[in-house]
């Protein structure tokens, strides 16, 4: 069965620090990725998604870029941090209408 | 603009009672509307996906509907258990295939108490 690890699950960083969040699917290949941020009482926002090896496509301008270096692996970076970047990031990797979620990482910018 | 609006925003109800969460969305084209669970810190759970030739389908005590004509979906919770505690998330897709172009709810944040 596919599972989808996230990690990591907490982090607590400094403002202007740099960011690396990441994902990886087991069990299925050639999966559609997903990066989404949640913030508190606002929908799942879709950051970047990714059809194959080193395609990644944007969904908001932002300070935040995606890598997909690998089929199963996708990453979400930032070179310096800003405040409202804080929130609830979830990676999924979804085929046809199914959309499975990783458990998320929780990023606090101070 | 796309939209999914959920009601009540929040819902308290008593271990074992039913309850029915509400949906309704203004997302052209229309393929299929999903509900995911969420408990607190941790990533949503699928409950349920219907097309928009599909009227109602269950997933154990959970039974979604859908009203395209009106654009509106509810979710049914019978017998409600303190794991039923979790946000529920309603969410529109355009296209019967591919992830990219949904449209998320904010949720309706759902307490049992027993």
């Known amino acids: 069965s596919q599972t989808i690890h996230q990690w990591p699950a907490t982090l607590v960083q400094p403002v202007g620090s740099p960011l690396s969040l990441e994902c990886t699917v087991e069990?299925?290949?050639?999966?559609?990725l997903y990066w989404y941020r949640q913030a508190a009482g606002r929908g799942l926002q879709l950051l970047f998604y990714s059809v194959g090896i080193g395609q990644i496509s944007s969904e908001v301008p932002q300070n935040l870029s995606a890598s997909r270096p690998q089929d199963r692996q996708f990453i979400l970076s930032s070179k310096k941090l800003l405040l409202s970047d804080s929130g609830f990031y979830l990676c999924a990797w979804g085929g046809g209408v199914e959309l499975f979620f990783g458990e998320g990482s929780r990023l606090t910018v101070l | 603009k796309n939209q999914v609006e959920q009601s009540p925003q929040s819902l308290i109800i008593l271990e074992g009672k039913n309850c029915t969460l509400q949906?309704?969305?203004?997302?052209?084209?229309?393929?299929?509307l999903r509900w995911y669970k969420q408990d607190t810190g941790r990533g949503p759970v699928s409950l349920t996906i219907m097309t928009f030739s599909e009227n109602t389908k269950s997933n154990g005590r959970y039974t979604a509907t859908l009203d395209a004509d009106t654009k509106q979906s509810s979710l049914h919770i019978t017998a409600s258990q303190l794991s039923d505690s979790a946000s529920y998330i309603c969410?529109?897709?355009?296209?019967?295939?591919?992830?990219?172009?949904?449209?998320f709810g904010t949720g309706t944040r759902l307490t049992i108490i027993p």
């Open positions: 069990g299925t290949s050639n999966p559609n």
């Open positions: 949906c309704n969305y203004t997302v052209s084209p229309f393929s299929n």
């Open positions: 969410v529109v897709g355009p296209y019967n295939f591919g992830n990219e172009k949904l449209t």
